[in-house]
Nanobody, 123 residues
Framework: QVQLVESGGGLVQAGGSLRLSCAAS????????MGWFRQAPGKEREFVAV????????YYVESVKGRFTISRDNVKNMVYLQMNSLKPEDTAVYYC????????????????WGQGTQVTVSS
């Protein structure tokens, strides 16, 4: 399995931006579909965005469309989540995850997860 480490979280005011990074190691990164999920206190883990193996196809949850952008660099074994126009409701722990063979928003298909990075958006 691939190992994942997120970074880039922090505290930002509403309307601001953050760029999350996820470093992958251990297996051939380009074999994996990569996703970003988030979990707010007291809530279930929520799908945010997914990108296919080559980085040519992306999909987002409706609430972040037009504000967030997922991308990947298969040379550097990195996946990113650029978050703009942040809102207080974006506050959560953000996780990157890797899926083999499934381009999906369903968390159960993702077998490798990072430890998460906290994003807090103040109003």
């Amino acid at each position: 399995q691939v190992q994942l480490v997120e970074s880039g979280g922090g505290l930002v005011q509403a309307g601001g931006s953050l760029r999350l990074s996820c470093a992958a190691s251990g297996r051939t990164f380009s074999n994996y579909v990569m996703g970003w999920f988030r979990q707010a206190p007291g809530k279930e883990r929520e799908f945010v965005a997914v990108i296919n193996w080559r980085g040519t196809i992306t999909y987002y949850v409706e609430s972040v469309k037009g504000r967030f952008t997922i991308s990947r660099d298969n040379v550097k074994n990195m996946v990113y989540l650029q978050m703009n126009s942040l809102k207080p409701e974006d506050t959560a722990v953000y996780y990157c995850a890797a899926s083999t063979g499934y381009y999906t928003s369903t968390p159960t298909y993702y077998k490798s997860w990072g430890q998460g990075t906290q994003v807090t958006v103040s109003s």
